[in-house]
Antibody
Framework: EVQLLQSGGGLVQPGGSLRLSCAAS????????MTWVRQAPGKGLEWVST????????YYADSVKGRFIVSRDNYKNTLNLQMNSLRVDDTAVYYC??????????????WGLGTLVIVSS | DIQLTQSPPFLSASVGDRVTITCRAS??????LGWYQQEPGKAPKLLIY???TLQSGVPSRFSGSGSGTEFTLTISSLQPEDFATYYC?????????FGGGTKVEIK
């Protein structure tokens, strides 16, 4: 059974940093790209970042580029999201997602349960 | 960047109704579009990918169609568990984007 276990959310002050993790099991983690998506309270879904299976290609939304860093450890089957210079509008539930297949078929299923990040003074 | 516009943003319907949601892309994306369902407080769930392929385990009352810039999600006979918010997403090119969502409510 595929599982995505998320951790690392919480309350942080504006300008602060936070690291989210997504521990994967039940599939060959190193063979698939992985994606982060977020959802601000009461709002829609926003794609944040996708990292290739080897970690050599990483794509970011303009809203987080230069502040967030995505990485992966294919030995520990873990996806990470390092969030720096956090702003109030980064407050959201952050989801990691596993694609159903390789390039061109990277629709997300399943998703992790999500972790809440609150940026507030 | 490719923008996805969903309509309507809200939809009120009854059990048994046929429901159609539209997603329009700001430029052609071939068939690189998927649909997700999100129930309150839960993670999204993939329903349809590549415009019309039903994800494994998804009931056959859900169907998708379209190509290029206009896509539709149809629920042939709305069930109580279908009252949720639906999002489209494209995979044509980065940045990937989602539509604004369509909330399906009970009439």
């Amino acid at each position: 059974e595929v599982q995505l276990l998320q951790s690392g959310g919480g309350l942080v002050q504006p300008g602060g940093s936070l690291r989210l993790s997504c521990a994967a099991s039940g599939f060959t983690f190193s063979s698939l790209a992985m994606t982060w998506v977020r959802q601000a309270p009461g709002k829609g879904l926003e794609w944040v970042s996708t990292i290739s299976r080897r970690g050599d290609s990483i794509y970011y939304a303009d809203s987080v580029k230069g502040r967030f860093i995505v990485s992966r450890d294919n030995y520990k089957n873990t996806l990470n999201l390092q969030m720096n210079s956090l702003r109030v509008d980064d407050t959201a539930v952050y989801y990691c997602g596993k694609p159903i297949g390789g390039p061109g078929v990277e629709w997300l299923d399943p998703w992790g349960l999500g972790t809440l990040v609150i940026v507030s003074s | 960047d490719i923008q996805l516009t969903q309509s309507p943003p809200f939809l009120s319907a009854s059990v048994g109704d046929r429901v159609t949601i539209t997603c329009r892309a700001s430029q052609g994306i071939s068939r690189s579009l998927g649909w997700y369902q999100q129930e309150p407080g839960k993670a999204p769930k993939l329903l349809i990918y590549t415009a019309s392929t039903l994800q494994s385990g998804v009931p056959s009352r859900f169907s998708g169609s379209g190509s290029g810039t206009e896509f539709t999600l149809t629920i042939s006979s709305l069930q109580p568990e279908d009252f949720a918010t639906y999002y489209c997403q494209h995979l044509d090119s980065y940045p990937l984007t989602f539509g604004g969502g369509t909330k399906v409510e009970i009439k």
